[in-house]
């Protein structure tokens, strides 16, 4: 494999675990997060993901997500992890924990 085939399969993977945060927050706490879910089948879950942490506005859903005891089922959780990492810049790196309360 290329390093843009290792890159771009990274990118699906990461695009998949974006969708799977919306399954896994309804089925686990019941939180419908609909307009989460259409912004990343409209950006994909890697742009999405970048739009979200670019804000300094603490969206809805990952206030809930956090209110719900479920840190683990928000975007900057998914991004923090070690496998996902190198899709971010530093300042995104560094919003993530830092919104966690890490």
Known sequence: MTESE????????FDAAMEAIY???KREIGYNATRFLMMVWELGG???AHH????QRIHDGFAE???AG???LTVEALVLEPQF???FSEAELRAAPERLGR
């Open 6 to 13: 290792v890159d771009a399969a990274n990118v699906e993977r």
């Open 85 to 87: 990492q190198h899709l």
């Open 70 to 72: 479920r840190p683990d």
């Open 65 to 67: 997500l956090l209110l």
């Open 52 to 55: 979200l942490l670019a804000g």
């Open 46 to 48: 890697l742009n999405a």
């Open 23 to 25: 399954h896994n927050a």
